[in-house]
């Protein structure tokens, strides 16, 4: 009998405007049996205002967040300040690491000091990074 695996999580959420990034990550979560299900965002807007609306629910949550640095409208930087005002539970539940190509420094440093995230990645998302998450 082949035993089901099990996703390593329930729920991951993935913030990038570029939609080729977007689906290649979505594609190495699923592919490595990282999540159950995908959250796919092209605006951080749209999945701040996810987490918001389900910030007292915290089973429809994710348990991992990937976001982008460099998008339009609001930021992977403007994201994380209206994070950061999010309930703590909300926090403790949800793990933010930044996904980006950037290769300045400053970016670099600023998401590493960022409190809220775990560590910074780059571009793109690949099997050894899921694994040591």
């Known amino acids: 009998m082949i035993e089901e695996l ?3 999580f329930k729920k991951v959420m993935i913030i990038d405007d570029n939609f080729i990034d977007l689906y290649i990550s979505s594609r190495m979560i699923t592919k490595n049996n990282f999540a159950k299900i995908v959250l796919e965002y092209s605006a951080a807007k749209e999945a701040l205002k996810y987490l918001q609306d389900n910030q007292d629910n915290i089973s429809v949550l994710p348990q991992i967040i990937f976001i ?3 998008m339009p409208l609001m930021s992977g930087f403007e ?3 209206a994070y950061d005002k999010l309930p703590t539970n909300l926090k403790k539940h949800c793990k ?5 190509s950037t290769i300045d420094d400053d970016d670099i440093a600023r998401a590493n000091g960022d409190k809220n995230v775990v560590c910074f990645q780059v571009k793109p998302i690949n ?3 899921l694994d040591r998450i």
């Open 127 to 129: 099997k050894e990074f």
């Open 79 to 81: 994201f994380l300040e």
């Open 68 to 70: 982008d640095i460099y």
């Open 6 to 8: 099990h996703p390593k």
């Open 96 to 100: 933010a690491f930044i996904i980006s």
